[in-house]
């Protein structure tokens, strides 16, 4: 398992370089996030997260994931800082002997960072700067692990 | 006991620092809170609404209610919006 918070960009072949390498993985699954501009007036968005407290969690999220799926590796990268429109802000990739497990394993993955990792997005637009609230359907999004 | 004290997000913009290391007898989270909106406005304003804020204790995500005894750092911060 690997897990990286980082400033700096990453790009998805240099990252999965000897990923799901390991005897009896029979499939990998990788997924990217890009910093979305819905409204058409993003500039950027400024990533904050809890240094120490970051790595730590999204490990034990990921020693989860490997645990309920017998996953044979697992891969999370995550950036902070800032980030413009169309910039990859994370990726998961995860490596299990079938598909459905690596499948469900990223979108477990994806479910716990998404509310338990800490991390918080700021929006800044043209129009001012405003802290992205927690959605409930993420909250609700846990329930069904 | 001394606590180191992180403030993140709007909660850190609304106390106006990141990070403070205060002295206090409080037992419980909530008990520390309570001191906190007495010292000033900035903090009343700040933990207006428990609801809308996490707590972690040394990096683990916690209570309101648990207990401060053992513990050095505790954060504040809103929901978590990741991924």
């Known amino acids: 398992?690997?897990?990286s918070v980082?400033?700096?960009?990453f790009d998805l072949?240099?990252?999965?370089?000897?990923?799901?390498?390991?005897?009896?993985?029979?499939?990998s699954v990788t997924f990217t996030g890009l910093v979305r501009?819905?409204?058409?007036?993003?500039?950027?968005?400024?990533?904050?997260?809890?240094p120490g407290m970051c790595e730590a969690a999204i490990a034990k999220i990921g020693e989860e994931a490997m645990a309920r799926w017998s996953l044979t590796d697992c891969l999370v990268i995550h950036r902070h800082g800032r980030l413009r429109p169309g910039d990859r802000i994370m990726m998961v990739a995860t490596a299990a002997r079938h598909r459905a497990e690596a499948f469900a394993a990223a979108e477990f993955l994806m479910d716990y960072l998404k509310s338990r990792a800490p991390f918080w997005k700021k929006e800044v637009t043209r129009n001012g700067a405003d802290w992205v609230a927690a959605k409930e359907t993420d909250e609700n999004a846990l329930k069904r692990w | 006991m001394t606590l180191d004290l992180l403030y993140f997000a709007w909660v850190r913009e609304r106390i106006g620092q990141p990070r403070e290391r205060?002295?206090?007898?409080?037992?419980?989270?909530?008990?520390?809170?309570a001191e906190l909106r007495r010292r000033e406005e900035r903090y009343d304003l700040a933990f207006s609404d428990l609801k809308s804020l996490r707590?972690?204790?040394d990096q683990e995500l916690s209570d309101f209610d648990a207990p401060l005894a053992g513990v050095r750092e505790v954060a504040f911060f809103p929901p978590m919006t990741g991924g």
């Open chain 1, 1 to 3: 398992m690997r897990v």
């Open chain 1, 6 to 9: 980082q400033a700096e960009d």
């Open chain 2, 22 to 33: 205060v002295e206090t007898a409080a037992a419980t989270v909530t008990d520390l809170v």
């Open chain 1, 13 to 27: 072949s240099g990252a999965l370089d000897g990923f799901g390498t390991a005897p009896g993985t029979g499939a």
């Open chain 1, 37 to 50: 501009d819905d409204g058409g007036d993003l500039l950027h968005m400024e990533i904050e997260h809890y």
């Open chain 2, 55 to 57: 707590v972690a204790l």
